[in-house]
């Protein structure tokens, strides 16, 4: 047995080094037992080798002089453990190790080249299989476990996007993030150095995999499906006190992993939550086993960790809970996805904030890299490259899957969104007064038009898709991008050549057609991306038996039919076409009518119109007998000629007759008196003229302009914040339930009445302001079916209630039905002349800082002139006598929908009236170009009393658990269309049931329970 040499202070010896502690490291117990063992081991050795001729004691402990030590380097038996270090840290050219720092100070390092094809002499294990190796390996023997950087030269022809940098532990192979430097060396980040690195270039994987997300109640179609190696579940959502809520989707076993997905990311990215969760050890603990054991339960194979907003300075505490998570899963057999945000860039770096990018993807199986959203990103040396380039710096390729969305991506300014293309395609608009259609005569033109304010569709060839801009709120210019196969196959072929792991997508779950999708999805990895689907806005006319009469496509909202000979029922119909995906716009009715039968009369100077015209829709004839005209419609009767007046009350009705004395100059307007001798004007489509009256011979009356609206005095905008939510309540006895739900807004209806003192008022504001709540005072008419209004006393009152400092007043309600609206007078130039305008400058001259929002109408079809206008056609009106200008939000209410928030088809009713869909509801208010304030919108439930009134039989079915889904979708919804400033639930807590059943409508429900606050507060980030 050969003398051990032994140790003197000016010597090192070399030794392994100590194993790097990685994620899955948790063997201390064991590593004790070994220490133990060792010793015991030594000992015996130590006494059989003294026992051995001819050594003594003290030689064989090195104590005395005797034979000399033998070197390591003179002993070829020797292992490479028992070499002595030479400070020799670099091979000029290729390798160096800098920053070499030990707890005892600076400590020598010597680097060796290997060839690849000495790995195993050198005690090196292989690297792994799918990878190239770029040059030598360099081993490395120090002492102790120093820390440092090492430098690699990378090869001639070696491409940096392709080439890792890999470390041996002793143990196995890892990637090591790194950094190009100006001289295109490869360096790492400091850290604990490995015994041995090489450049290496990963092959493509295997399979390239695919994931793809779902939501509740939303599906992926089978061919979708049948790509995919996993399904992410969405969605849970992190609330306030460390919580997660939510419902998810159902996915059936197959062939795909199924993946749960947590976030913190709703309608708003929940910082807060997050941060307070960060710094609570126990609400760490109590999530991690609630997510293993649901993972668990419903037989997930993991879960896809999705918290975005991490404050820098809880960095460290971030990743230790992922480390804590990540562990908590493998010992189950289970697998981490962590999702990370597209980084910040910050000059010529990137900012990734809270997320530790390098230590995060190490501690994970797969790591969801968020692209960007900017479809303009994608081109050569474009942001998304430069993001993947950073990344695989950072980041095992081989876990790296790109995060892209097959959604619409709409932008204003520098913010980004991404939404359903339906959703985009609602800034379209849809016929006005689809609902009513269109009567014409035989070979007569038609003219229609979309009532969108979207610019015509565009190619973008730069994102491989069509986009269009339309003016929003705060005239803001907003940008969209349609989504299609073709965008998103080029949105992710920028990952071609990198290797990376695959792809995850949103937004699968909504689309139409999903075949063009299928081979999009089919093409990724190796192969070519789909070509490019023709969009367009389709044309076509169909008769009463679904033939095809005419078609036009276009980019054009606007389409022009030359008519038909042939009396009938015809429909036009509005699609937006994208390859095989058809999204409906929009069906108008035209009926043509019968032909007038000419009668041979006496030819007059000026021809009249044919009496006795039978109406194709009636079959009822209307004749004027010895009158000048007779009325063929209920029609107004106004006080001057021209929309612009006033209505008399009562207006005239289908049948009445009425006498002549004069006419406009265009004789397109008519003076009429009435036959209880109230005279008023009349347009000329409502009359049916006697054959024997001479238009020319009329007098042309020249009228005075018509009282218009004050200009509006200067004030700032107050609309232009972020969306904000609140709740309409009687007795504001819930403001801790209503935070929850992620409200700061109350709404309180105040019905004004002549005499009424603003200082009534103040009590309510000022409660609300003390409790941390914004207020909305809505306030009507005290009596319902009005004869006349005092809209000086009205407007007065208003002034004094601004002076009180509320947050914002609604302007009446709901002033298109004789309820609120004398019958007869419903009018909206009569609103914005007499109302509104004067309301909006004294509310503003008394504080400027008062939201002005316009009264809601109720959403209605029906429409006799009379007693209701309906709500399409009253804003439309609205929009006409400028009612925009005198408001900074527009009311709406929407309070029938009996079907998810996203449809626009499938209500109970039958009916595709857009009044009983969310997106249709907001666009007819949406045209005024102001930002959209539902103050009220609520779903009406009635299964905890029992059923719901005959005439609201159409919410029968809807559910308590329906209730408090669709109230959180819809603001979703609404929030992410960013054309809606503020939505107030109807209603917090009413308790009345009855014909009116406004109990049902509440989110506390009869058991005192409240399933929606949990909801809303999920989507609002509480």
């Not at 940096?160 to 790492?188: C, E, K, M, P």
């Not at 097959?406 to 608009?429: D, K, M, Q, W, Y």
């Not at 009282?707 to 107050?718: C, I, K, N």
Request: hydrophobic residues 40%; glycine residues 12%.
């Amino acid at each position: 047995m050969e003398e051990e040499r032994p140790l003197t202070e000016t010597e090192e010896t070399l030794h392994t080094p100590a194993e790097e502690p990685t994620p899955d490291n948790n063997g201390s117990g064991k590593s004790s037992k070994f220490i133990i063992i060792g010793f015991v081991v030594v000992a015996i050795l130590v006494l059989i080798g003294l026992s051995l001729p001819p050594f003594s004691l003290g030689e064989r402990l090195g104590l005395t002089g005797g034979t000399a030590a033998t070197t390591a380097a003179d002993d070829p038996t020797a292992a490479p453990t028992q070499e002595t270090v030479k400070n020799n840290p670099a091979i000029p050219g290729e390798f160096e190790v800098t920053g070499v720092q030990s707890a005892t100070g600076e400590t020598a390092v010597n680097v060796t080249a290997v060839t690849p094809a000495g790995i195993a002499a050198a005690g090196i294990g292989e690297l792994p299989a799918n990878v190239v190796t770029l040059g030598n390996l360099y081993a490395l023997a120090y002492a102790g476990a120093p820390t440092g950087q090492v430098a690699v030269t990378l090869p001639a022809g070696a491409d940096a996007r392709t080439s890792d940098l890999y470390g041996w532990d002793g143990t196995a192979w890892h990637f090591i993030a790194s950094d190009i430097a100006a001289n295109g060396q490869v360096v790492s980040k400091p850290g604990s150095l490995h015994e041995a690195y090489a450049l290496v270039q990963p092959g493509a994987p295997a399979t390239y995999a695919l994931s793809a997300e779902v939501q509740p109640g939303h599906v992926l179609a089978p061919e979708i499906m049948e790509r995919l190696s996993a399904v992410n579940i969405g969605a849970l959502l992190l609330v306030g006190n460390g919580d997660l809520q939510g419902e998810l989707a159902a996915v059936p076993e197959g062939a795909y992993a199924r993946t749960l997905h947590v976030t913190n990311s709703g309608a708003v990215v929940d910082i807060a939550s997050l941060s307070a969760f960060l710094n609570n050890s126990a609400a760490q603990d109590n999530q991690i086993n609630a997510l293993v054991n649901t993972a668990v339960s419903n037989g997930y194979n993991g879960v896809n960790l999705d918290y975005q907003g991490v404050d820098p300075s809880q960095r460290d505490a971030f990743t230790s809970f992922v480390g804590s998570l990540a562990s908590a899963l493998q010992a189950q057999g289970l697998k981490l996805i962590i999702t990370l945000g597209t980084p910040h860039e910050a000059g010529n770096a990137w900012d990734t904030g809270g997320q530790n990018w390098a230590a995060l993807s190490a501690l994970a199986d797969e790591v969801y890299l968020q692209m960007p959203l900017d479809p303009l990103a994608y081109g050569e040396n474009g942001l998304a490259q430069q993001l993947l380039d950073y990344a695989v710096r950072h980041i095992d390729r081989t876990k790296l899957m790109m995060l892209g969305s097959a959604n619409a991506i709409s932008r204003v300014g520098e913010s980004l969104v991404e939404i359903p293309n339906e959703a985009a395609l609602s800034n379209f608009g849809a016929f006005e007064n689809a609902e009513e259609g269109m009567e014409v005569e035989p070979a007569t033109a038609v003219d229609l038009s979309l009532t969108g304010e979207a610019s015509p569709l565009e190619w973008d060839g730069a994102s491989q898709t069509y986009r269009f801009s339309y003016q929003g709120p705060a005239e803001q210019t907003y940008f969209v991008w349609l989504g299609n196969p073709a965008a998103l196959g080029q949105r992710l072929e920028i990952g071609e050549g990198y290797n990376l792991r695959g792809a995850a997508l949103r937004g699968l779950d909504t689309i139409p057609s999903p075949a063009g999708y299928a081979a999009a999805l089919a093409a990724l990895g190796p192969g070519a991306p789909p070509e490019t689907e023709g969009a367009a806005i389709v044309w076509t006319v169909r008769d009463a038996s679904e033939s095809v009469i005419a078609s036009e496509s276009g980019g054009s909202l606007a389409f022009a039919w030359e008519g038909s000979e042939a009396p009938g029922i015809y429909t036009v119909h509005a699609d937006f076409a994208l390859g095989e995906t058809i999204i409906p716009l929009g069906v108008m009715t035209v009926t043509v009518a019968e032909p007038e039968v000419e009668e041979v009369v006496e030819a007059t100077a000026t021809p009249a119109p044919t009496p006795g015209t039978t109406t194709a829709a009636s079959n009822i004839t209307y004749d004027p007998g010895n009158a000048d005209a007779v009325v063929k419609t209920l029609a107004n009767v106004r006080t001057g000629p021209g929309l612009q007046y006033g209505t008399i009350t009562g207006g005239a009705a289908a049948g009445t007759k009425v006498n002549i004395t004069g006419r406009n100059a265009a004789a397109t307007w008519f003076k009429v008196v009435l036959p209880d001798n109230k005279e008023g004007w009349m347009y000329i489509q409502v009359l049916e003229l006697n054959k024997s009256l001479n238009v020319n011979a009329l007098q042309v009356i020249e009228v005075a302009g018509a009282p218009g609206a004050p200009p509006p005095v200067a004030a700032p905008p107050v609309a232009a914040g972020g969306f904000e939510l609140g709740g309409q309540t009687h007795s504001f006895a819930n403001p801790q339930l209503m935070s929850s739900a992620g409200m700061n807004w109350v709404k309180f209806q105040h019905k004004w009445g002549p005499g009424d003192n603003p200082a009534d008022l103040a009590g309510r504001i000022n409660n609300a302001h003390g409790a941390g709540f914004k207020v909305l005072l809505s306030i009507p008419g005290g009596n319902t079916y009005p004869s006349s209004i005092d809209f000086n006393g009205y407007v007065e009152f208003l002034r004094g209630v601004a002076a009180l400092g509320p947050d914002a007043i609604e302007i009446w309600n709901e002033m298109n039905i004789d309820f609120e609206w004398p019958a007869g007078q419903i009018d909206p130039a009569s609103y914005v002349n007499n109302m509104l305008a004067p309301a909006y400058n004294a509310i503003k001259s008394a504080n400027s800082n008062v939201m002005v929002i316009s009264g809601a109408p109720a959403p209605t079809g029906f429409d006799n002139g009379t007693n209701a206008w309906s709500d399409a056609r009253y804003m439309a009106g609205m929009a006409a006598a400028g009612g925009g200008n005198y408001a900074d939000c527009i009311g709406a209410h929407f309070n029938a929908g009996a079907t998810a928030p996203t449809q626009n088809t499938g209500h109970p009713t039958g009916s595709d009236h857009y009044s009983w869909y969310l997106i249709p509801t907001l666009n007819v208010y949406a045209q005024l170009g102001k930002p959209v304030c539902f103050t009220e919108l609520g779903y009406l439930s009635g299964e905890d009393y029992g059923g719901v009134p005959s005439r609201f039989s159409w919410a029968a079915n809807t559910t308590v658990q329906q209730h408090a889904a669709w109230l959180a979708q819809a603001v979703s919804t609404a929030a992410n269309t960013g054309r809606v400033r503020m939505v107030i639930v109807f209603n917090v807590d009413f308790t009345h049931w009855g014909d009116d059943p406004q109990a049902g409508y509440a989110m506390i429900r009869k058991d005192g329970s409240c399933p929606a606050c949990s909801t809303l507060g999920q989507v609002m980030g509480r």
